[in-house]
Nanobody
Framework: QVQLVESGGGLVQPGGSLRLSCAASGSIFSINTMGWYRQAPWKQREWVARIVSGGRTYYADSVKGRFTISRDDARNTVYLQMNSLKPEDTAVYYC???????????????WGQGTQVTVSS
């Protein structure tokens, strides 16, 4: 069984910063991709950023230049550094990973439980 556990959410003023973490644990053989999605009230879940094996990163236009995704492969952990936060960044942030659990390397997608980020004065 695989678990993704997020941490680091909270309340921050506009212009502030937060750092989210997501640790993957369990029967992990290899991780292809780790990333972040978010879902604001009354909106569909949207993709935010991802980092693939090898370290290449991709960002949604709405966060490019403000958010930075990184990973620590030794700890199976992905981070999302969020700077210059805006009220429209308020959402539940979900960690996501495409990984395999054995030598066959069949990839499956796993999700964390989410962490709330609120940007408000």
């Amino acid at each position: 069984q695989v678990q993704l556990v997020e941490s680091g959410g909270g309340l921050v003023q506009p212009g502030g910063s937060l750092r989210l973490s997501c640790a993957a644990s369990g029967s992990i053989f290899s991780i292809n991709t780790m990333g972040w999605y978010r879902q604001a009230p009354w909106k569909q879940r949207e993709w935010v950023a991802r980092i693939v094996s090898g370290g290449r990163t991709y960002y949604a236009d709405s966060v490019k230049g403000r958010f930075t995704i990184s990973r620590d492969d030794a700890r199976n952990t992905v981070y999302l550094q969020m700077n210059s936060l805006k009220p429209e960044d308020t959402a539940v942030y979900y960690c996501n990973s495409l990984l395999s659990t054995d030598w066959r390397k069949i990839p499956y997608t796993y999700w964390g439980q989410g962490t709330q980020v609120t940007v408000s004065s």
